[in-house]
């Protein structure tokens, strides 16, 4: 695939998927005329496969492609774990929430729980949690989409800022034009493109090694002098209790919550119904395994090829090493980006990030405008279908230009910990929330409060002490180090805690509905006069026997 129109090709395929999913988006905003269609693309829009689909490509991001394909090229085993929780999560929640999470007019978590629970004053607990989970997402996939063009395009650094206002620009169109329908076309379109790159990549690094699974990891373990550490789990975090204890809290952090990240259950509200839901597990699901099996290859085929001392010492986090291998498969006389392979595999990347921050933004804007702005007592109630979708296109701007002006600011500053953050927040509290009011009959609004106010401060305390901020790295601040919390993710600490307190919030609450039913009827004094008796239509005293000839036989 050697050729020196390698950067040409990038341009053109950069275009043409700019180009074609502008064009979905624009054709799916004709439709959208009320807010059914724009949040949820209309009950008709997806079947089982165009939703499945869907789900995959809102599943699919940055950290799926470049996260895990380091994590596997530096840590082996440990990184294959990740690749095989990122596939049990999705379809952890498409096979238990998939069904109960299905709702006409629901739009957002907020929405779902004010339903169920009946009490709308849970939408500011779930609006707050819901951008705490989703703005470091969102800051992570726009920077990736702005390191991705300066790489595609050959620039220099100093284009970083505009290549992610250009990003920024784009999801604003992707979101604010097309809603959930033109989100989901692009989403399917990614998939596609996904899909397709990483099957070339693997299927190249395969064919050096004999098509043989087996060669490739002995020869990644040979190539990166971890001996056998490399084959067992424990290689990311160390040998240690305290690594080991790291390795079981991430691993439980990334199945629960990956599950119930916001702008994943926005995608299981429109199911229209169960037979549709079951149907749309195997289209969700199937393409995500088959690219953590590519991005499985492509880890093994980096280390490989390039060695785990030289992928590390590109980035500490391994985040490069998906376009290190492209350059090691197709060496070309100028660079990587001359490369045919390179054009395609940055592409796929660059598609992905640009697709997730597009679902993701939507979700934000749906979070503020549907549960911040709406208010406990009306949740959005009695609004207009315009003045409802022109109020979520000016969140959708908001956020963009929030976010792009935080992206710009931060860069790739603790990529991974702002990752931790969103993931832990989704596990301790989204999970805990969702899996209550599904499930748990007598939860109520108080739960919800108790695991939102409670757990997000024990969270923000345990992160910020641990060697994710500082000591490590791959820390936010690498040369200080002030951690006293040993963990680097606090999920094995804050997943419980989160879980115990919906419990005890609504012990609470059914203790204070007790109190109140007694207060409101009170035993009569002793020795104060009796109540007068009143009897209903047919003849019996209120809270009585049947008044005497009042039966009817």
């Not at 050729?3 to 988006?25: E, K, P, R, T, Y």
């Not at 911040?372 to 207009?384: E, I, V, Y």
């Not at 000591?471 to 680097?488: E, K, M, N, R, T």
Request: with cysteine; aromatic share 6%; proline share 6%.
């Amino acid at each position: 695939m050697t050729g020196g129109d390698g950067q040409s090709l990038a341009v053109v395929v950069f275009l043409g998927f700019v180009a074609v999913s502008l064009l979905l988006c624009g054709l799916a905003a004709a439709d959208v005329d009320d807010a059914e269609h724009f949040y949820a693309g209309g009950s008709a829009a997806f079947g089982p496969v165009g939703g499945g689909l869907a789900i995959a490509g809102d599943y699919i991001s940055a950290a799926t492609l470049l996260s895990t394909t380091g994590a596997v090229a530096l840590d082996g085993a440990d990184g294959m774990l990740f690749a095989a929780a990122t596939v049990l999560s999705l379809y952890l929640v498409m096979r238990i929430a998939g069904e109960p999470l299905r709702g006409a007019g629901v739009f957002t978590l907020g929405d779902l729980l004010a339903e169920r629970l009946r009490d709308p004053s849970v939408r500011r607990a779930l609006g707050v949690a819901s951008l705490v989970v989703l703005t470091p997402l969102l800051l992570v996939q726009l920077t990736t989409t702005g390191r991705i063009m300066v790489a595609m395009f050959g620039l220099t650094d100093g284009a970083l800022i505009g290549c992610t206002v250009t990003g920024g620009a784009l999801m604003i169109c992707y979101a604010a034009f097309g809603g959930m329908r033109g989100v989901g076309h692009v989403q399917i379109l990614k998939v596609g493109v996904a899909l397709v790159a990483l099957l070339i990549l693997a299927g190249i690094i395969l064919g050096r090694y004999g098509w043989s699974p087996v060669a490739l990891f002995e020869a990644a373990r040979d190539r990166s002098k971890a001996g056998d550490a490399y084959a067992w789990p424990g290689l990311h975090f160390g040998p240690s209790p305290a690594g080991r204890l790291d390795l079981i809290g991430f691993q439980a952090t990334l199945v629960i919550g990956a599950a119930c990240l916001p702008h994943i259950t926005m995608r299981l509200h429109p199911l229209r119904d169960a037979r549709t839901a079951r149907r749309a597990i195997g289209w969700a699901v199937g393409p995500v395994a088959l690219v953590c099996a590519g991005v499985v290859v492509a880890g093994l085929g980096a280390c490989a090829l390039i060695g785990r001392d030289a992928i590390r010492a590109a980035d500490p986090g391994g985040a490069t090493a998906l376009l290190m291998v492209t350059g090691a498969l197709d060496p070309v006389a100028g660079g990587a980006r001359h490369s045919m392979l390179f054009a395609i595999v940055a592409c796929a990347v660059f598609a992905t990030t640009l697709a997730a921050v597009a679902g993701i933004t939507l979700a934000a804007a749906s979070s503020i405008v549907r549960d911040l702005r709406a208010g406990p007592a009306t949740g959005g109630a009695n609004r207009s279908a315009a003045g409802e979708i022109r109020r979520a296109r000016v969140g959708i701007v908001l956020v963009g230009v929030a976010t792009v002006a935080l992206a710009a600011v931060l860069g790739d500053r603790g990529r991974l910990t702002m990752i931790s953050l969103s993931f832990t927040v989704a596990a301790s509290v989204l999970a805990p929330i969702l899996l209550y009011t599904l499930f748990l009959p007598g939860f109520s609004a108080t739960g919800v409060r108790w695991t939102v106010h409670g757990t997000l401060p024990l969270i923000v305390v345990l992160l910020g002490g641990s060697p994710a901020v500082t000591g490590s790295p791959i820390a936010v601040f690498p040369g200080h180090d002030l951690h006293w919390f040993p963990l680097q993710t606090p999920g094995l600490i804050t997943i419980p805690v989160g879980f115990l307190l919906g419990l005890v919030g609504r012990t609470r609450a059914g203790a204070t509905r007790r109190h109140a039913s007694r207060d409101a009827a009170p035993w009569p004094a002793p020795g104060a006069p009796p109540r007068p008796r009143s009897t209903d239509p047919v003849g019996r005293a209120q809270g009585g026997r049947p008044e005497r000839g009042s039966e009817r036989f």
